[in-house]
């Protein structure tokens, strides 16, 4: 069955989405190269930051179906469809994202490690949120309301959140470890509600009979 499923499966993500997204990741992660001078690893870590949100924001429509109510019909739970959209994107996400890291000069570079956690971070919140919505709505194409509430709440973070969990902390502050602890609580919750959030509800009025 998941064999069958490869192709159509193939043929309806939305590649325009995907491929802008990876698209602007690799530019925000050049910029640190198109500039003269000693490379600046502030310049570094913000662009790397950009490039994960420009990934995230890419991968925020992957879970889009117009024909949502069509396949949903189809004899394959809703945990298979979407784990096969994330299996078959997951390659580029990856490749694309480690291009990133390698265009920035080494001098520039943040801990790699770090940055690849809020990376990861920041993509699984996007497709928590694209699952959930698709759970509790009829909404056939959540990347845009997805899309919108994650620059919203980058937004937010720079403005808002307090200094240990600024996005503007950097590898030589203090509160560089503190801040990561949380970023990767931030990436449990995600992967504990985008989980859940696969799962099919039940149907109105299905009860389950005692033996």
């Known amino acids: 069955m998941t064999r069958a499923l490869l192709t159509p499966v193939l043929r309806t993500l939305p590649w325009r989405a995907l491929a802008g997204g990876g698209a602007t990741a690799l530019l925000l992660a050049g910029i640190p190269r198109m500039l003269s001078g000693a490379p600046d690893p502030w310049l570094g870590l913000i662009s790397l930051r950009g490039a994960a949100l420009a990934l995230a ?8 179906d117009p024909a949502r109510h069509i396949t949903s019909a189809v004899p394959v739970r809703r945990p298979l469809r979407v784990g096969l959209r994330v299996a078959l994107a997951l390659p580029g996400a990856a490749l694309c994202w480690t291009a990133a890291l390698f265009l920035v000069p080494e001098e520039a570079r943040p801990p790699v490690g770090a ?9 699984v919140f996007a497709l928590a949120s694209a699952a959930l ?10 990347g845009v309301a997805v ?4 620059l919203s709440t980058a937004a937010a973070g720079f403005l808002l959140l307090p200094d240990g969990w600024a996005l503007l902390v950097s590898p030589d502050d203090p509160r560089w470890t503190d801040t990561h602890e949380r970023w990767a ?3 449990t919750v995600a992967l504990a509600v985008g989980t859940r959030a696969c799962v099919e509800p039940l149907r109105a009025g299905l009860r389950l009979r005692p033996f």
Request: zero cysteines.
């Open 185 to 187: 609580m931030l990436l």
């Open 115 to 123: 940055l690849t956690l809020e990376a990861i971070a920041t993509a």
């Open 57 to 64: 924001l890419g991968l925020a429509f992957l879970l889009d």
């Open 147 to 150: 899309s919108t509430g994650l």
């Open 133 to 142: 919505i698709i759970q509790r709505s009829t909404a056939t194409e959540p």
